[in-house]
């Protein structure tokens, strides 16, 4: 089936370094990627979704200069976290529609997250 | 306004029990929604699609309610495998949106 692979699985880094996160489409073409952040028994909010060739949509109180999203090529999006701060420690998850235009049913599948720890 | 709101919980349920949750959501536009499974720092992993019927899958039960936008899910015969936090989940205007999940603790 569709995997999304997503590195690193767990990022340590000092105060004011930047942390990119990537995310690979394995067997399909992945023209949308959602990314999501989820603080200690919180909900995963939606901070962007990116699109392949063109600029990502934020989600409101999303700084879009913080949080860089690149979707470069139909099989990877990167999320690159700069300069960043104790408050941005969290888990970041992406996913993908293995299909395009509307997700109607459960084709949506998931990285495996990225636990940021910053220090 | 939270697009889906959930009773957070935990849910101690004893071994062998039957737990059910609801979650309600504000978009009335929401076209899909979705219960996922989440184990401790992991991806969600789709648990079943809800629809107004009704469905059923094994000891999981899921039941949409569109006029008073509200989900359920109801999970039979607890295992002490069904420990997790359970995610609703609105799909809606191109984005899918979260619930903060139920988190449900299984007790021998």
């Not at chain 2, 699609?49 to 989900?71: C, H, K, M, P």
């Amino acid at each position: 089936g569709a995997v999304v692979s997503q590195h690193p699985s767990w990022v340590i880094c000092k105060s004011g370094t930047s942390v990119k996160i990537e995310c690979r489409s394995l067997d399909f073409q992945a023209t949308t990627m959602f990314w999501y952040r989820q603080f200690p028994k919180q909900s995963l909010m939606l901070m962007a979704t990116s699109n392949e060739g063109s600029k990502a949509t934020y989600e409101q109180g999303v700084e879009k200069d913080k949080f860089l999203i690149n979707h470069a090529s139909l099989t990877l999006s990167t999320l690159t976290v700069t300069s960043a701060h104790p408050e941005d420690s969290s888990f970041y998850i992406c996913s993908a529609p293995s299909h395009r235009g509307v997700l109607t049913n459960e084709k949506l599948f998931f990285g495996s997250g990225t636990q940021l720890s910053v220090l | 306004r939270k697009e889906v709101e959930q009773d957070p919980g935990p849910f101690n349920v004893p071994e062998g029990a039957t737990v059910a949750f609801n979650c309600t959501y504000s978009n009335s536009a929401s076209q899909s929604f979705f219960w996922y499974r989440q184990d401790c720092r992991k991806e969600p992993k789709l648990l079943m699609s809800v629809y107004s019927s009704g469905n059923e899958d094994g000891r999981f039960t899921a039941q949409l309610n569109r006029a008073s936008q509200y989900i359920s899910l109801l999970i039979r015969d607890s295992k002490l495998s069904d420990s997790a936090t359970y995610l609703c989940a609105g799909y809606g205007n191109n984005r899918l949106a979260f619930g903060k999940g139920n988190q449900v603790v299984v007790i021998p």
